[in-house]
Nanobody, 115 residues
């Protein structure tokens, strides 16, 4: 049992920045990787960024270097620093975590970028 709680979403102007945070609790010893996905209305949920316990990262091509994911294994938190936000980034952002047998999801946090 793992619980994920996101925070940091909100409304921001185009070109602005937000920092999303995800806190994991429960049986966190089993987690291999954590990351961020997003889902806009009518679209599939897509990967934004992910990071393994060992520090390997992956990013979606669409963010074009604007976002940075970081993880503190000791504190069991993952952050997503989002810079140069665009209206196309508007979506619900979900924290996720992987164990060897299960995938966990947070409740989501809304990010809205106004033009």
């Amino acid at each position: 049992q793992v619980q994920l709680v996101e925070s940091g979403g909100g409304l921001v102007q185009a070109g602005g920045s937000l920092r999303l945070s995800c806190a994991a609790s429960g049986s966190i010893f089993s987690l291999n990787a954590m990351g961020w996905y997003r889902q806009a209305p009518g679209k599939q949920r897509e990967l934004v960024a992910a990071i393994t316990r060992g520090g390997t990262t992956t990013y979606a091509d669409s963010i074009k270097g604007r976002f940075t994911i970081s993880r503190d294994n000791a504190k069991n938190t993952v952050d997503l620093q989002m810079n140069s936000l665009e209206p196309e980034d508007t979506a619900v952002y979900y924290c996720n975590a992987f164990s060897s047998t299960k995938i966990y999801w947070g409740q989501g946090t809304q990010v809205t970028v106004s033009s």
